[in-house]
């Protein structure tokens, strides 16, 4: 079982997580001692999911204050300036950016001192990611009460522990059926191309003895028509004020099959991931990711080189197809009404 602090932690020598990118293979630790190092980790996936970028962005505040200068009129520019290059790391999870907000907001309040700064950053940072489990506790709580014993449930992309900082969201759910002895069983999709779904969902699930099935993403619509799909449970990176949320590509198909075949269909995400500032899914920004990615696979190009490529990182699955939003507050249903996150 992990603990928050295997998943990412911060430390004098710079912010160590556990790399996400050699699981389940190895556990290996990787220490960002820099900001730059830190927008790497993000954007080689070594740290992923929306609620654990949130606390790696309120951590990569306090980092850029433990490495700037001094002088307090500096500092409070320097770490303006990583800020800004952090929550650009990518773009989708709206968490990334809150988190760096939040952090922002004590740079520009009231500080006399850079120790003192820095220890303010420190310690919103430890917060954040606490409230992050808290709240993810909170979901599986709520979560689980729609759900019967015995459920068979599919998820997609990884949406547990090392996604959100500890415990996990949809996940979260399925930890709080499995706790309560009601015997939860996971289809777990691979989720191509980084296989969030193999790599990571099936470690967690079998580390901690929960009921699962791999399956190839290309098999989810023969478990419906089969009949063995008893709910859907994803995250989300992002959840515009009317509900549409974007999640990692493959989600939306999913919401679809579950319409078709009357099946519900649970988004799982604490209000750290709303974003009220964008009305609907229209406006959500899909990170398009590498070429690569989809032209091979483990390291061995499977596509003919001049083949065109898309990524799309994530989909959007209207708010119409969802059967309830749970975030820490409770089960929510349209037409949304969500109370605002606050650290
Ligand atoms: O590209 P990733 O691995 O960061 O995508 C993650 C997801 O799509 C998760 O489902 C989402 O962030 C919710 S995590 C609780």
Partial sequence: VLAPRDIVRLEDAGIVLLDQTLLPGARVERTCASVDELIDAIRELAIRGAPALGVAGAMGVALAAA??????????????????????????????????????????????????????????????????????????????????????????????????????????????????????????PETRPLLQGARLTAWELAEDGIAHTLVTDNAVGALFAEGAVDAVLVGADRIAANGDAANKIGTYPLAVLARHHDVPFYVVAPSTTIDSDTPDGAGIVVEQRARAEVAGFGGVVTAPAATPCRNDAFDVTPAALITGIVTEDGVHEAPYVFVPASA
């Fill in 67 to 188: 490495t700037g200068p001094d002088e307090p009129a500096a500092l409070r520019a320097y770490v303006a300036n990583q800020a800004g290059r952090l929550a650009d790391a990518r773009p989708t999870a709206v968490n990334l950016r809150w988190g760096v907000e939040q952090a922002l907001t004590v740079v520009e309040g009231a500080w006399r001192t850079a120790p003192e700064l820095r220890g303010r950053l420190a310690g919103l940072a430890a917060r954040i990611h606490a409230d992050e489990v808290a709240r993810c506790r909170a979901m599986g709580r709520h979560g689980a009460a729609r759900l019967a014993d015995g459920a068979r449930i599919v998820t997609q992309c990884n949406t547990g522990a090392l996604a959100t900082g500890g415990y996990g969201s949809a996940l979260g759910v399925v930890r709080a059926l499995h706790e309560a002895g009601r015997a939860p069983h996971v289809w777990v």
